[in-house]
Every structure is written in C-alpha cells, then in structure tokens.
C-alpha cells in the first residue's frame, strides 16, 4: 500500500512535539511491514529536502509564515502543497496530522479533491475552539476535511465529543499513541536529576516546574532540575522563576533538543515530571515509560485514568506541593521507582506497543478498500 502522512513542522529542536513523533513513529511501522509511506512536513530548511530513515521517504517544505503572532496557525508551505497535489493520484491513502494551521488543511483538501481515501488524526489539536478566527477556518477547511474523512482517529473520549461537536457525522474510531516495546533500561546509577521535557507553552506549566523544584530545594532535597524545550511564551516566566528559586544554580534551561536525543536525556534522569493542562496523549510520557523513567503529571492528563489503574505515573491534582510530594516519594524510595517502572511496563506491553497500533491503523486501512470496492 502507498501511503502519506502529512504533519505540519519538522525541525531539529522537535518543536511541534508530539504529532511528529506519532507520525515518524507510525510511518517507521508501517515501513517494516512493507508498505510505500512517505512523510510530508513543513521544515525551516531554506529548500526541499528528501531524505530516507527507517524504511520511509521524508520530505520536508521550507515553511513560510503569515505572521509570527500566529504561530504553527499562520504557518504555510506551498511546496509541499505542490508536490502532495503532482503525486496524490499515485497513493492509497493520505493520512494527515491535522491542525488548524495552513499545512495540514490544504493537504486534507487535496486528497478530498482527489478522490484520495482520507485518513485524518488530530492528536486533540481540533477542538471546540472560542478563538474567533477558528469559526472561519471550520467552517472552510475543518467542517469539510471532517466529514470527507473515511475516518478520523481520536485519542480520547473527550476529543470523540469535541469532533462530533463540529460535525455531528463524523466517523471517528479510537486510537492510542504507540511506542516500542523493549527492555526496560536500568534505574540504578543514574544522576538525581529531574527532568521536564515539552515546549515552553503556558500549556505545559514550565513555570510550575521551577516553582516546584524550588520548593523541593526549600525542603532539602539535593537533587538537580532540568528543563528541556523550546521556548513558546514562558521562557521569561521560567527565567524570572530560576532566579527567584533558593539556588538557581541547581535549576536549568537547556533549551530545545534533537528528538534523537530525548531518549538519552531520559534513561539519565530519575524522574519525569509534565504538569500540564488539557494533555490529551503526550507521546514524552510514552518515552518516559519506554525509558523507565519514573513519571508524575497531573489528573487533566487524557489518560490519567489508565496511569492510576496500572500505577504507571504518579497523577497529582498539579499543585505545586502536590507535584513536589510525588517527586520527592519517588527520589525517596527505590519501591516507589520501581512500582511505577513495574506499571508503565504493563501498561504499554498491554495497550501502547507500536505493533497494536499499527495493526489498528492497517485495519482501519482495510475497512476503507472494503467502503471503496
């Protein structure tokens, strides 16, 4: 089968997080079982890139920007445009990471032009939005890319609810995020050292990883605090909150890393903590559990449930003391480390290898030749 994913922006610095990696990750799966996948993304690079990685094609667009104010909304590449549109009729499926951005709609709208079977996976980027520029962008681009979709894959209930709160027909089925299984990575020797990873969005709760880290600090611990991302408006606020910390000296921003890197920074650390809000399926706690990196987050997470069923993540209501509780229980506690470790091994050997989802995507696949015979 000849497929393509689209994805809005692949760079160096993984700043467009999470889909990406879901992409790659789908497209390398797919790839090993013998499928023709190529995966088109805008790129900052100054001109096209192809290049081959892990059985599939990669092309990058350079990206091109309305206005810096909007963001990955107002970013836009029309040679990728160009190059979807002379090479749609030659693919089986076009699956595209869906946002409200100028990449990503224009590719949906090729494929339904086309007639080309249309897969589309929002990772909880489309939802009910109150920004008065989303009632246009639905109305054009959403509305129609929903319904022309022989499916639309969700992460969670609530993204189900949020999809069908736009069009009421959409077919949606559930999907999870996947990662490989593999051994899990040795826990003993390594730095104390705690760790986020994730952009500096006010989504995230950079800020409140430095606030909790300095509380920590005020209690004793000895550990160290390390933030990994690139900044995307709360990069004074972490600044401002390091300086205010007891002793900013033990308290770091590195700034962005190469995704290639992630997997490294986490097997070194003891523990991984993502305070964020209204976090659907972050794939950095699956490498965190594939890493087995201890993991505390806060109850908004999307799967905060499944984390609590097989205590595979300290889930906190994300307060401040609380996110600080369950680190410190963890640096504590050698049993605590190792229940987490124990529950994020269950959870994704039982619900998030890479090969169910494929499996799950390829079905999906298949029940849209049986639609179209």
Request: charged share 25%; proline share 6%; hydrophobic share 45%.
């Amino acid at each position: 089968m000849r497929i393509a994913h689209v994805v809005t922006y692949i760079s160096n610095d993984g700043s467009f997080g999470g889909p990406v990696r879901v992409a790659l990750s789908q497209a390398a799966a797919l790839a090993a079982r013998g499928h023709d996948v190529t995966v088109y993304g805008a790129s900052p690079d100054a001109v096209p890139r192809t290049v081959r990685q892990d059985g599939y094609r990669l092309r990058m667009f350079p990206a091109r920007r309305l206005h810096r104010a909007l963001g990955f909304a107002g970013m836009f590449a029309p040679g990728l445009t160009r190059a979807l549109k002379a090479e749609i009729h030659a693919i089986d499926v076009v699956h595209v990471h869906l946002a409200r951005d100028l990449v990503t709609l224009p590719a949906a709208r090729a494929a339904r032009k086309a007639g080309v079977r249309l897969i589309v996976q929002p990772h909880g980027m489309i939802d009910r939005s109150t920004n008065p520029l989303a009632v246009p962008v639905d109305a054009w681009e959403v509305r129609p890319a929903l319904r022309a979709a022989s499916t639309v894959l969700t992460l969670t209930d609530q993204e189900q609810r949020d999809i069908r709160a736009i069009v009421p027909t959409a077919r949606v089925r559930s999907i999870g995020n996947g990662i490989v299984v593999a051994d899990v990575p040795d826990y003993e020797g390594r730095a104390n050292e705690v760790l986020f990873l994730a952009r500096l969005h006010p989504r995230k709760r950079a800020v409140a990883f430095v606030e909790m880290a300095s509380e920590l600090i005020a209690r004793g611990e000895t550990a160290t605090f390390t933030l990994a991302g690139p900044d995307e408006g709360d990069g004074e606020g972490v600044r401002a909150a390091i300086r205010r910390s007891p002793a900013p000296e033990r308290i770091r921003w590195i700034g962005p890393v190469d995704p290639a890197l992630t997997d490294a920074l986490l097997r070194r650390v003891r523990v991984f903590v993502l305070p964020s809000t209204g976090e659907i399926f972050p794939m950095a706690i699956l490498e965190a559990f594939a890493a087995g990196t201890p993991v505390v987050t806060t109850d908004s997470l999307g799967i905060a449930a499944a984390c609590r069923g097989y205590d595979a993540a300290a889930v906190t209501d994300g307060s401040i003391s609380a996110l600080a509780d369950a680190v410190s229980a963890v640096l504590a506690s050698s049993e605590r480390a190792h229940e987490l470790r124990t529950g994020a091994r269950t959870y994704v050997t039982e619900e998030l290898g890479i090969d169910r989802v494929v499996a799950e995507l390829l079905d999906t696949y298949g029940a849209i030749e049986e639609l179209s015979t």
